[in-house]
């Protein structure tokens, strides 16, 4: 079916918005998950579908992961909230715009590493902050898992792995794969693997442990992309840290210790 691309986004963005909210009001949990699997293929499937025309090199599958962490996440996080047909359709809208707001910043993606378009800054800008949204709700599903410390090291590292490669890429929009990039996003899912277990034995909640481990991928994500930039200046560094020391302060003194 041919459809202009602007038309393909809004087909897309439809589809994916009422999946979502059907997905909601299935009366079995373990059917959910599937479909919530399924969802995800769909997903890739429709941003394919959207955007062919810019996918022109193999390293560009990368635009395929933010959309898919995303809408993922969305549906395994609305199973926290109340079951209410008001605050599905609300949720539903504003995944509705979110996705579209995501085609168009892909649809950038894909056109800028053919050829340079005015437009790729905002759009990097709009992916940065999805991705940190992707993030907080992927985190926030592992944790709520309660599992081992050893696990939930390991899930995080390969959770993570994809979103660090997504977002370094974003930032050179290489046509091939470089080994430098796919370092730095190794060591950083290490990293915040690391920090996953040490918060594990860290008397948090869910909400604060996401949040923080949030902050955490801020950082390593803006200060691994100024680095392939060639930008990392100590002035950037130190306000990426401050950030993360003002966060820990916070976390620590509304940690409650009474107890642990």
Same mark, same amino acid.
């Given at each position: 079916?041919?459809?202009?691309?602007?038309?393909?986004?809004?087909?897309?963005?439809?589809?994916?918005?009422?999946?979502?909210?059907?997905?909601?009001?299935?009366?079995?949990?373990?059917?959910?998950?599937?479909?919530?699997?399924?969802?995800?293929?769909?997903?890739?499937?429709?941003?394919?579908?959207?955007?062919?025309?810019?996918?022109?090199?193999?390293?560009?599958?990368?635009?395929?992961?933010?959309?898919?962490?995303?809408?993922?996440?969305?549906?395994?996080?609305?199973?926290?909230?109340?079951?209410?047909?008001?605050? %599905?359709?609300?949720?539903?809208?504003?995944?509705?715009? %979110?996705?579209?707001?995501?085609?168009?910043?892909?649809?950038?993606?894909?056109?800028?590493?053919?050829?340079?378009?005015?437009?790729?800054?905002?759009?990097?800008?709009?992916?940065?902050?999805?991705?940190?949204?992707?993030?907080?709700?992927?985190?926030?599903?592992?944790?709520?898992?309660?599992? %081992?410390?050893?696990?939930?090291?390991?899930?995080?590292?390969?959770?993570?792995?994809?979103?660090?490669?997504?977002?370094?890429?974003?930032?050179?929009?290489?046509?091939?794969?470089?080994?430098?990039?796919?370092?730095?996003?190794?060591?950083?899912?290490?990293?915040?693997?690391?920090?996953?277990?040490?918060?594990?034995?860290?008397?948090?909640?869910?909400?604060?442990?996401?949040?923080?481990?949030?902050?955490?991928?801020?950082?390593?994500?803006?200060?691994?992309?100024?680095?392939?930039?060639?930008?990392?200046?100590?002035?950037?560094?130190?306000?990426?840290?401050?950030?993360?020391?003002?966060?820990?302060?916070?976390?620590?003194?509304?940690?409650?210790?009474?107890?642990?």
């Amino acid at each position: 079916m041919f459809l202009e691309k602007r038309k393909r986004f809004i087909v897309s963005t439809i589809i994916l918005s009422v999946g979502l909210f059907a997905i909601q009001f299935l009366p079995e949990q373990s059917l959910k998950f599937i479909l919530i699997g399924i969802l995800g293929i769909v997903c890739s499937f429709l941003f394919w579908w959207s955007l062919r025309e810019g996918l022109k090199t193999k390293i560009s599958f990368l635009i395929m992961i933010l959309p898919i962490y995303y809408t993922i996440g969305a549906a395994l996080f609305w199973f926290l909230l109340p079951k209410t047909v008001a605050i %599905s359709l609300v949720l539903s809208l504003i995944y509705g715009i %979110s996705v579209y707001v995501l085609f168009l910043t892909t649809n950038v993606f894909s056109v800028s590493s053919i050829k340079t378009i005015a437009l790729y800054r905002a759009a990097k800008g709009v992916g940065f902050l999805l991705s940190l949204v992707a993030f907080f709700l992927a985190l926030d599903g592992i944790i709520s898992l309660r599992l %081992s410390y050893i696990y939930v090291g390991v899930l995080v590292f390969f959770v993570t792995l994809p979103l660090y490669l997504q977002g370094y890429w974003t930032s050179t929009l290489q046509e091939k794969f470089d080994r430098k990039l796919i370092l730095q996003a190794i060591i950083s899912s290490y990293l915040q693997a690391q920090l996953a277990v040490i918060l594990f034995f860290w008397p948090v909640g869910v909400i604060v442990g996401s949040l923080f481990m949030t902050v955490y991928f801020y950082i390593l994500l803006g200060l691994g992309q100024v680095e392939l930039e060639g930008r990392l200046f100590p002035q950037t560094i130190q306000e990426y840290l401050m950030v993360g020391v003002v966060v820990f302060t916070v976390m620590f003194f509304s940690t409650s210790w009474v107890g642990y």
